[in-house]
C-alpha cells in the first residue's frame, strides 16, 4: 500500500489496537495515554517485561532484525508507530505490508542516518549546521581544510546523548578521532558557538494539519538532556521562527506523527538545526502537564488521523531528568520531593539504575517560570538529601 492509499482511509478509532516499536519510557507514556483514548496498544520488544510491556495489552519479543516476528507483530494492529529508530528498513517494509508505518519508513531511512539527515534537509534550504561527508583519509583531510576546528566527527549510523562522536580541537586530532570511531562513514560538522540550546516538539496529520510546542529551552549535562523550559525568556524571541522551521522540516519530510527539532541559537541570533528524531522526545516531556494535549496524545491523535490538539503550553513548566545517579545516595526520598507544590513524578519502570540511564522525570509549574525551574530543582535535589 503506498502513502496515498493511505491517506484516503477513514481515521483509526478508539476500540483498535495501536502497535509500537521499541520498548522504552517513550512507547511507555504513548501507551499510557493511548489507553485513556480507549485504544489497545501491542509492544515490540527485544527484551520481556519491558517498561512498556508493563502497560500495554500483548509484549511480543524478538530481535529487531526478526523480519517474521515483526509480520506477526503488525498483524495484530491498526497502525505502527516508534519509540526509537534503529529499525533496519527490511523490518519497516514487513510492518508496512500490513498497514500503515506512522511515521512512514521514508521518514525513518533518514532521520536513522545523520549524513542523510543533514543532506536532506540542507537540500530543501532548510537552515543546518555546516558539515562534510566522511568515508576516506582524503574527505576527512577536505572536512579539516573546508570547516576547520573545533569540529565534531560523528558516526552516520547509531548513537545518542553523545555516544558515537568525537570534538576535535585541534587539526592533528582529527585522524586519530576518525581511527577512535573505527574509521566507519562519518560526519563532521563545525561545532557551533551558539547561545542557546532548543527544540520544537511538532506534530502533523495525515492532511498536513500541523500542532507545535516550542521553543523549549533545553540544558544539557554530559550530553544527555538536563532540564526543559517553557516559556523561557531568553528564546520566546525566537518563537515564529524556530516553529516555521520545524513545519517546514515535517512538511519536506512528510511526516504523520510526531517529530523533535532539536536547534542551536548562534550568537549571532541564527537559528541552526542540530538533528531531528522522529517521536516525541525528552524535552517535551513538560508538555503532559503543561499543555491541553501532551506530546503522547499528540502522536496517538496524529497516527490515527484524529483532529490534532493544541500543545503549546498554558502554563509555565520545568522539566529534569532522573538519571541513575540520584540513586547513588540509596531510595531516593520521593516524599520529600512532592512536598514542593506544582511537583509532579514519573518513572519508567526500569529495574536496574545505572549512571546516565533515564530512569524518569520531575515537572514542576508554576506561574511565574523562573519558580518552575527552582522548584524542579529543589524537588530534585531534595531526592539525594541534599
Known amino acids: 500500500m503506498d502513502r496515498a492509499q493511505f491517506r484516503r482511509t477513514a481515521p483509526i478509532l478508539p476500540g483498535a489496537t495501536l502497535g509500537v516499536l521499541g520498548s522504552g519510557q517513550l512507547g511507555r507514556m504513548f501507551a499510557l495515554a493511548a489507553r485513556e483514548m480507549g485504544y489497545r496498544v501491542h509492544t515490540y520488544s527485544n527484551e520481556a517485561d519491558s517498561p512498556t510491556g508493563h502497560v500495554a495489552d500483548q509484549e511480543f519479543v524478538g530481535e529487531y532484525n526478526d523480519v517474521n516476528r515483526i509480520r506477526e507483530f503488525a498483524r495484530t494492529v491498526a497502525v505502527v508507530t516508534f519509540e526509537f529508530e534503529n529499525i533496519s528498513a527490511e523490518a519497516v517494509q514487513a510492518i508496512e505490508e500490513s498497514g500503515p508505518v506512522r511515521p512512514g519508513g521514508h521518514v525513518l531511512h533518514v532521520s536513522q542516518h545523520r549524513l542523510r539527515e543533514k543532506s536532506t534537509l540542507a537540500r530543501a534550504g532548510l537552515p543546518v549546521t555546516p558539515f562534510r561527508a566522511v568515508v576516506s583519509s582524503a574527505d576527512l583531510q577536505a572536512a579539516v581544510e573546508q570547516l576547520g576546528v573545533p569540529a565534531i566527527l560523528k558516526t552516520a549510523e547509531g548513537g545518542y546523548d553523545g555516544k558515537g562522536q568525537?570534538?576535535?580541537?585541534?587539526?592533528?586530532?582529527?585522524?586519530?578521532?576518525?581511527?577512535?570511531?573505527?574509521?566507519?562513514?562519518?560526519?563532521?560538522?563545525?561545532?557551533?558557538?551558539?547561545?542557546?540550546?532548543?527544540?520544537?516538539?511538532?506534530?502533523?496529520?495525515?492532511?498536513?494539519?500541523?500542532?507545535?510546542?516550542?521553543?523549549?529551552?533545553?540544558?544539557?549535562?554530559?550530553?544527555?538532556?538536563?532540564?526543559?523550559?517553557?516559556?523561557?525568556?531568553?528564546?520566546?524571541?525566537?518563537?515564529?521562527?524556530?516553529?516555521?522551521?520545524?513545519?517546514?522540516?515535517?512538511?519536506?519530510?512528510?511526516?504523520?506523527?510526531?517529530?523533535?527539532?532539536?536547534?542551536?541559537?548562534?550568537?549571532?541570533?541564527?537559528?541552526?538545526?542540530?538533528?531531528?528524531?522522529?517521536?516525541?522526545?525528552?524535552?517535551?516531556?513538560?508538555?503532559?502537564?503543561?499543555?491541553?494535549?501532551?506530546?503522547?496524545?499528540?502522536?496517538?491523535?496524529?497516527?490515527?488521523?484524529?483532529?490534532?490538539?493544541?500543545?503549546?503550553?498554558?502554563?509555565?513548566?520545568?522539566?529534569?531528568?532522573?538519571?541513575?545517579?540520584?540513586?547513588?545516595?540509596?531510595?531516593?526520598?520521593?516524599?520529600?520531593?512532592?512536598?514542593?507544590?506544582?511537583?509532579?513524578?514519573?518513572?519508567?519502570?526500569?529495574?536496574?539504575?545505572?549512571?546516565?540511564?533515564?530512569?524518569?522525570?520531575?515537572?514542576?509549574?508554576?506561574?511565574?517560570v523562573e519558580k518552575a525551574v527552582e522548584h524542579v530543582r529543589l524537588a530534585r535535589e531534595r531526592l539525594s538529601g541534599r
Not at 503543561?290 to 497516527?303: D, K, T
Not at 529534569?320 to 513524578?345: C, F, H, M, S
Request: hydrophobic share 40%; with cysteine.
Open 166 to 368: 568525537v570534538g576535535i580541537d585541534a587539526v592533528d586530532r582529527a585522524e586519530a578521532a576518525w581511527e577512535q570511531l573505527g574509521r566507519r562513514e562519518c560526519i563532521y560538522e563545525q561545532k557551533i558557538d551558539f547561545e542557546h540550546e532548543v527544540s520544537v516538539i511538532a506534530a502533523r496529520g495525515p492532511e498536513g494539519e500541523f500542532s507545535a510546542c516550542g521553543p523549549i529551552y533545553n540544558e544539557h549535562r554530559r550530553h544527555i538532556l538536563d532540564l526543559s523550559v517553557f516559556p523561557a525568556p531568553e528564546v520566546q524571541c525566537y518563537r515564529q521562527e524556530a516553529l516555521e522551521i520545524a513545519r517546514g522540516v515535517l512538511e519536506h519530510l512528510d511526516v504523520v506523527g510526531v517529530m523533535c527539532v532539536e536547534m542551536f541559537v548562534t550568537r549571532s541570533g541564527q537559528l541552526l538545526i542540530n538533528e531531528v528524531a522522529p517521536r516525541p522526545h525528552n524535552s517535551g516531556h513538560l508538555t503532559i502537564e503543561a499543555s491541553l494535549c501532551g506530546q503522547f496524545e499528540q502522536q496517538v491523535r496524529a497516527i490515527c488521523g484524529l483532529p490534532l490538539g493544541e500543545m503549546q503550553p498554558v502554563f509555565p513548566a520545568a522539566m529534569a531528568n532522573l538519571l541513575g545517579e540520584v540513586w547513588d545516595q540509596g531510595p531516593p526520598r520521593w516524599a520529600e520531593a512532592l512536598k514542593i507544590p506544582g511537583v509532579r513524578l514519573h518513572l519508567y519502570g526500569k529495574q536496574q539504575p545505572r549512571p546516565g540511564r533515564k530512569m524518569g522525570h520531575l515537572t514542576a509549574l508554576h506561574p511565574q
